[in-house]
Every structure is written in structure tokens, then in C-alpha cells.
């Protein structure tokens, strides 16, 4: 009788241990709306990209809009390439100025929500400049490379996505708004 008590003790522990479990995360809720990801959202980002620089190159200002879609399919297919993402399942939301994207963030045993505040700009070059406002991976330590990590993601999915048909567009203005990122601007 007491083996079999120890038996299932050990048992629970072992599989508490196989287990992730979920340490809570930012005070910030995440949204009740998912975004979805797909292959597609980031070819068709990648056509209306090339169909507005070849417009541009004659000389007319290029308006590129990209979608929470667009920009969540990007990064979430970024991450799943990796072989150790800091982070993973993200959702991008472009609302009131800022990108903020929400993911879960796992350290050994446990998960926490992680909640990133992107705001977005533009340098002295034409292009987006990415900056973290705010970092929040709950109880878990905020990763040291995420700053430049995280930033050079959001730039690629604006220089993957544009490639290099986009060689010379220098961005004039940048604006999130309503879950779109609108850029204007020319190619030079």
C-alpha cells in the first residue's frame, strides 16, 4: 500500500515536471482578438510592396500600408525559423501610434505573456526606426539582446518585404493607426 502511494506521489511530480506551467504575465491583457498567421498575408505584403516601387520608380510618392496581419504572419514565421525565439506565438497590434506585440516567453519550465511597446519612426536614412518603450515577460527577466533583437526583426520584415526592389525609397512619413502601419515616401 505505502509503494503504491509513493508510486503515484512520484508518478505527479514526474509529470508536473514534463509539464510547462504558466507563470501569469504583464498586467496588460492580451487581446481578446487573434490575428492570424499565414504564408499568404506575407506574399501578398511582399506584392503590394514590388507593385509600389515599380510605380515609384516613376517618380510618384509610394503610399506602402502593412496590416497586423501582414506584420504578425511575418514575425511569427520569423521566430518559428529560429532555433531559440525569446519569444513565440506573437501578436501584432498596430493601435494609436505604437506596435504592440504580445507572445509568450518560456524559461525552462515555465511560460509567462510577454507584452513588447514598439514605437515606430523614421531615421536620418528614410527608414523605420524601432524603438522599445516598454518590455514586460512577467515574473521572467527581460532578455538582455532584446532591445536589438526584437528591433532588427520589425526592420527586416520592412527590408525583407521589400527587398531589393526598394533600393533607393526613402520613407518621408510613418504613421499606426487603427491596426495599419502607412508609409509614404519616394524613391530617390
Do not use: H, W
Not at 508536473?16 to 481578446?32: H, K, R, V
Not at 514586460?136 to 532584446?146: A, E, H, N, Q
Amino acid at each position: 500500500m505505502l509503494n503504491k502511494k509513493i508510486f503515484i506521489l512520484l508518478s505527479l511530480v514526474l509529470f508536473s515536471l514534463a509539464c510547462t506551467l504558466s507563470i501569469g504575465g504583464p498586467d496588460d491583457p492580451y487581446p481578446q482578438t487573434e490575428i492570424p498567421v499565414s504564408a499568404q498575408a506575407v506574399e501578398n505584403m511582399r506584392a503590394q510592396f514590388k507593385g509600389a516601387f515599380e510605380t515609384g520608380l516613376t517618380g510618384e510618392n509610394i503610399i506602402l500600408t502593412i496590416t497586423e496581419a501582414q506584420i504578425t504572419s511575418f514575425l511569427a514565421l520569423k521566430l518559428a525559423s529560429e532555433n531559440d525565439p525569446f519569444f513565440t506565438d506573437p501578436q501584432v497590434y498596430l493601435r494609436d501610434g505604437q506596435m504592440q506585440i504580445f507572445g509568450k516567453a518560456s524559461q525552462s519550465y515555465f511560460t509567462a505573456t510577454t507584452n513588447v511597446v514598439v514605437s515606430v519612426g523614421i531615421d536620418e536614412q528614410g527608414e523605420p526606426d524601432m524603438r522599445i518603450t516598454s518590455a514586460d515577460f512577467g515574473p521572467l527577466p527581460v532578455p538582455d539582446s532584446l532591445a536589438s533583437g526584437l528591433s532588427a526583426i520589425i526592420k527586416e520584415a520592412y527590408t525583407g518585404a521589400v527587398g531589393p526592389v526598394a533600393t533607393g525609397f526613402r520613407i518621408e512619413q510613418i504613421g499606426i493607426r487603427d491596426g495599419f502601419m502607412v508609409m509614404s515616401g519616394k524613391v530617390k
